[in-house]
């Protein structure tokens, strides 16, 4: 990598020794990679309060050859989210997307698409009145651009159009939706709680439409068990911090 430039979020990071922080970084040129900030514990370092979880930040980084990290050289915020901090319901949110691409995507890929998805919906978490559409929408995209997209309008066992008003199951094995009939010999298929379709279709549209935080939250915890059954995971843990936001008003 040499010396290098480039637009990031940090994803996910740890302490590490007495004063450095181990980086997982989203990058816009690199995709994600591994870094270490050293020293950014001390009061007086110059990357003290630029390497916060989810904020769009600057970074020159240094990677030697043949090591695993790179060397966080100096890093700058460009779009400071105080809300990210205060709003626990956008904090929530903001975590559970940064978990979902840390656990999807490989390193040193390059996904210019992807990242700019997730800068959309972190713009998005600025206003707190649309936090569950926003994930839900980001979620749905992101499961397209990873590869695990859903078909929203047909079975995807017997091709039959689904009616956003009937009972749909999800499953992980048939690939996506399924129709009442279809779902009967299904044994590993789930019911939709009744909305979420209709939720999914609307944070698809363009431009998407608002739905209901309860029916958002139910059609991102549903993505989520389809994803981690693709990737042969468990559910993301950041999903025990959602359920505050359908006491939302």
Not at 4 to 28: C, M, N, W
Not at 177 to 184: P, S
Not at 193 to 202: K, N
Request: charged letters at 25%; hydrophobic letters at 45%.
């Amino acid at each position: 990598m040499a010396l290098q430039k480039s637009h990031g979020v940090v994803l996910r990071r740890r302490d590490y020794g007495e004063a450095d922080r181990i980086l997982t970084l989203f990058t816009r040129r690199f995709g994600k990679i591994k870094a270490i900030a050293k020293g950014c514990r001390r009061a007086r370092s110059r990357l003290a309060g630029h390497l916060e979880p989810c904020q769009p930040a600057e970074f020159v980084l240094w990677k030697r050859e043949g090591r695993d990290m790179a060397i966080v050289r100096s890093a700058e915020l460009l779009e400071p989210h105080r809300g990210l901090s205060e709003d626990f319901a956008s904090f929530a949110a903001a975590q559970f997307a940064a978990e979902l691409l840390d656990r999807s995507l490989p390193e040193d890929e390059s996904q210019p698409r992807l990242y700019a998805l997730f800068l959309q919906f972190l713009r998005a978490l600025r206003r707190p009145e649309h936090v569950m559409p926003a994930l839900l929408a980001f979620t749905v995209r992101a499961a397209d651009l990873l590869g695990y997209g859903v078909a929203l309008d047909e079975c995807a066992a017997c091709g039959e159009h689904l009616r956003a008003d009937a009972d749909v199951w999800l499953d992980a094995r048939a690939g996506g939706l399924l129709c009442g009939r279809c779902a009967e010999g299904a044994g590993a298929a789930e019911a939709l709680a009744p909305g979420v379709l209709r939720a999914l279709r609307a944070v698809s549209a363009n431009p998407p439409r608002t739905v209901p935080e309860t029916q958002a939250e139910a059609g991102v915890r549903a993505l989520d068990r389809l994803l981690a059954w693709h990737q042969d995971r468990r559910g993301l843990a950041s999903g025990r911090l959602l359920g505050p936001l359908r006491y939302r008003a």
